[in-house]
């Protein structure tokens, strides 16, 4: 029973210990320092030897400009047994809040002395003199310590330091050493460099890492180099320097092709198809697996059917069959044989060929994983036949085969917005609730969208008329009958003129517009939504469209730095915010750092 007692007055104690030691903290952050002061004092008296709640103290002794009893206190301290040289910096500090710049520099040569007496301390100076942004002093302590022992490694502090000087060269040289030291750090930093480096290729930090780079290049054939030169060129948009990056480093290393695999997948996202196509031959030539021969040999198809013209359309079909033919009709070639049947289907007219194939191909000897992605595929093609009914069915087996995984998520979506098209908006909406908590963030934003759309344009107008005419416009758009979708939206924008569904009308034939490249009238509608809608949830979304048209279709780069800021400045939470913001500063010829 005695030792139950010990115990629970222990507890009792370090209870109220750490709520003292929240409470200080939460009184100095709110600028109630006397009262701070007092739980500091308490804190203090209570642990003698702990450093933290000593530099507590201090900094609230300064902040009451109590600047002599801060003294007191740090050269007591520096006068006990215990060593502890970055106290030399505190008081330093300390002289320095007080304008006595010359006892200052004395102590702050103190603490540098300490390092070079004992480089161990380096990391607490150094540590130290940086919190107080005395970089000069930091940065000597670091170097003084490496000097003295090389088994010391503070070139991360250093490179963050000449970064936060403005010193580029040394700052990439030292990253640089970093990454030499230890290669697993070169996802570090690139985080790093990505504060200084552009899209622009003149632009000073990615000049003086590219000259950093090529020259240590030059004295050392080492293969990390290649790598940083490869995710610079990237970063520029510049892909054939980064094409002959990767395949020196190919060459050099003859392990995989993995580094141009990602490479060909940036460049095909990044729209530029010609360096795509360049990068794919390479690979085709040099794999030797024909699992990575097929791969490149379908992404080279993917680019063909978008820059195709109907006239190219029976080379495509040729070499989908010779493929078909080399690589066989087997489960190693199910996405070979669904790029093949949705091409037939879209881009061709042959859905039931299609339909017939993909429901021929989920029979075959598949994974569980493989049969759900073929019958999510032909469902896709059944709603683009209308055949809403069979597809709904098919989208159902998908979520029942694989119930955790993200594709089911994907077919939920896909029931939800294929009972939409057929008008089920109740049923759409039940289905759109669930997803709105789903683990993919694109999934649950394009449903928080729908939903928001269902919902809105179902309040005031029960009979859902404008919605359904929506629905089909959106459907028609889906099945590449842009002409009528744009008819059914024109209709709505006259017919329903001064309702909620005008801003998602207005959105959606700017989008149809971009897609058949006619950008002045599509400017026209991010335009009216803006004016009339400028308070609207959709409003982020026009400001941004528009922006980007001006920047990457219209060429008129001044006013797509205005419709950016006005999204930086007017719509902080927008999910388009960073990117607006990134763009905002290139065109304005800011420095990224």
Known sequence: MRSF??????????????????????????????????????????????????????????QLEQFQEAENLLKERLSGRRTLPQLFVELGYNYELQEKDSLAQI???????????????????????????????????????????????????????????????????????????????????????SQYITEDPTNEANEMLRKTLLKRLQQDPEVLYNQLLSWLFIQQKDFKKAFIQEKAIYVRTGENLYGLQDLSQIAIEEESYGDARDILEFI???????????SAHQQLLQIAIRLAETKDFPAIETTYQKLLQEFGY??????????????????????????????????EPLSVYQEAWVKLKLADILVYDEKFNEALIYYSQVQNKVKNDVLAQEARFKVARTSYFKGDFEWAQTQLDVLKKSASQLIANDAMQLSL???????EDSTQTALKKFAEADLKELQDKDTEAIAILKDILTSHKG???????????????????????????????????KEDILADDAHYRLAKLYDTKLDQPDKAKQFYEQLIFNFEDSIYFVEARKRYRTLRGDEIN
Do not use: W
């Not at 104690?13 to 709110?30: C, I, M, P, R, W």
């Open 5 to 62: 007692f010990v115990i629970v007055l222990l507890f009792l104690g370090g209870s109220a210990f750490s709520q003292n030691d929240l409470l200080a903290k939460n009184y100095f952050e709110q600028g109630e320092f006397e009262k701070a002061l007092v739980l500091y004092q308490r804190l203090e008296k209570q642990n003698p030897g702990h450093t933290r709640y000593l530099l507590e103290l201090v900094k609230t002794h300064q």
């Open 107 to 193: 102590n702050y040569r103190k603490a540098i002395k300490s390092v070079k007496e004992q480089p161990a301390y380096a990391y607490l100076i150094g540590s130290t003199f940086n919190d107080y942004s005395k970089l000069d002093e930091a940065a000597e302590v670091y170097e003084t310590a490496m000097q003295l022992d090389n088994t010391r490694d503070y070139y991360p502090q250093l490179a963050r330091i000449y970064g936060e000087q403005g010193d580029l060269g040394k700052m990439f040289d030292t990253y640089v050493s970093v990454m030499l030291k230890n290669p697993a750090y070169i996802s570090t930093v690139k985080r790093n460099f």
């Open 284 to 294: 085709i030539e040099k794999a030797d697996r024909p699992s990575v021969q097929l």
């Open 330 to 363: 087997s489960s190693e070639t199910y996405l070979l044989q669904i790029d093949y049947n949705e091409f037939l289907a879209f881009k061709q007219g042959r859905k039931e060929e299609a339909i017939t194939n993909l429901k021929a191909l989920s029979k």
């Open 453 to 459: 759309m269902i919902r809105d344009n179902s309040l």
């Open 499 to 533: 309702e909620k569904i005008e801003d998602e009308a207005l959105l959606k034939l700017g989008g149809i517009y971009e897609k058949i490249h006619q950008y002045q009238k599509a400017e026209a509608q991010y335009l009216k939504l803006i004016e009339f809608y």
